[in-house]
Structure formats: structure tokens, C-alpha cells
Nanobody
Framework: QVQLVESGGGSVQAGGSLRLSCAAS????????MGWFRQAPGKEREGVAA???????RYADSVKGRFTISRDNIKASLYLQVNSLQPEDTAVYYC?????????????????WGQGTQVTVSS
């Protein structure tokens, strides 16, 4: 079955950086667009960044210039480099997969997701 396993979260101070990773299995990875979503306590899950199999990317306005999404189709892995973290970035970050070539930040396009990794930013 499809598995998406996130890692790399942690607790950092404002201004810090993290590199989130997602290992995918059970799917033809290059056939899927991938995305990072996040959910803060009491809020809905929101799209952060998306990437298609060719490497074209899209970002939410709130993270442009600070976050970078990338993927390795050989390793079936997804990454999110998060820089200049702010307390408002505190959330559980989820890796999600959408069959096809989309650059959507809308969850309804996505078929699979992982358990998430916690990112906590203190001021």
C-alpha cells in the first residue's frame, strides 16, 4: 500500500531552519505531483508548496522566499527546506501525493498523505 513517511521536524528558535523529508513507497512516484501541507492547532490544513514530476513548483504567499520544495524521483523522496522560521510557522507538516501533474495547494486534489512531522518555532 502507499506509504508517505515524514521526518525532520523539531523545535527551533525564530530565524532558524529545518529540512523536512518525506519517503514515499507503494506508488509510481514520478506519476504523482507532491505537496507539503501544514496544520496549526485549531486551524484547517493549508497548502504550503507543491511540485510536479518535472520540478516545477508553487508556493503559498506566506512562505515564498523562505521555503523551497524539491524532490528526488530516483529515491522517491520529497523535501522542504524551511528557512527564516517564525512562530506562525508552528504546525504539523504533512507530505501529500496527487496522481497526475498538478501544482495545487488545495487538499481535494491529493490522494494520499502521511502522519506528519511537528515543527515548533519559539520567539
Amino acid at each position: 500500500q502507499v506509504q508517505l513517511v515524514e521526518s525532520g521536524g523539531g523545535s527551533v528558535q525564530a530565524g532558524g531552519s529545518l529540512r523536512l523529508s518525506c519517503a514515499a513507497s507503494g506508488l509510481t512516484y514520478s506519476s504523482y505531483a507532491m505537496g507539503w501541507f501544514r496544520q496549526a492547532p485549531g486551524k484547517e490544513r493549508e497548502g504550503v508548496a507543491a511540485i510536479d514530476s518535472n520540478g516545477s513548483a508553487r508556493y503559498a504567499d506566506s512562505v515564498k522566499g523562505r521555503f523551497t520544495i524539491s524532490r528526488d524521483n530516483i529515491k522517491a523522496s520529497l523535501y522542504l527546506q524551511v528557512n527564516s522560521l517564525q512562530p506562525e510557522d508552528t504546525a504539523v507538516y504533512y507530505c501529500e501525493a496527487a496522481w497526475g501533474q498538478w501544482l495545487s495547494l488545495s487538499r481535494h486534489m491529493y490522494n494520499y498523505w502521511g502522519q506528519g512531522t511537528q515543527v515548533t518555532v519559539s520567539s
